[in-house]
């Protein structure tokens, strides 16, 4: 009678250990799946900062022509609309 309650501890250890595996399975694949969202959101912010740097060397180059007189008249050209006096301005109305 001895060996029922050694063996029965045996299998209630397996089951234990099962379990414990079982677990520990789980919490491994849980952490795959966020390191792989890390890993997503790291590149979208690292292309992010790229696209600002871009942004910040555009607006960095539009500062040191800032005193420029030409290209003063180009931004008022191209995005205020005005001309030069005398200058006569045509606008293709055909669309």
Known sequence: ?????KRRAGVLAAMLVLVLLF???FQ???MR???ASAQAEQ???AERVARQEQEN???EAALDR???????QQLARDQLGMVTPGQRDFYDVSN
């Open 33 to 35: 799946a966020r390191l």
């Open 57 to 59: 060397r555009s607006l």
């Open 43 to 45: 590149a979208a912010l």
């Open 28 to 30: 491994l694949l849980h």
């Open 1 to 5: 009678m001895a060996e029922k309650p």
């Open 66 to 72: 800032a005193e420029d007189p030409e290209y003063l």
């Open 23 to 25: 677990l520990a399975g």
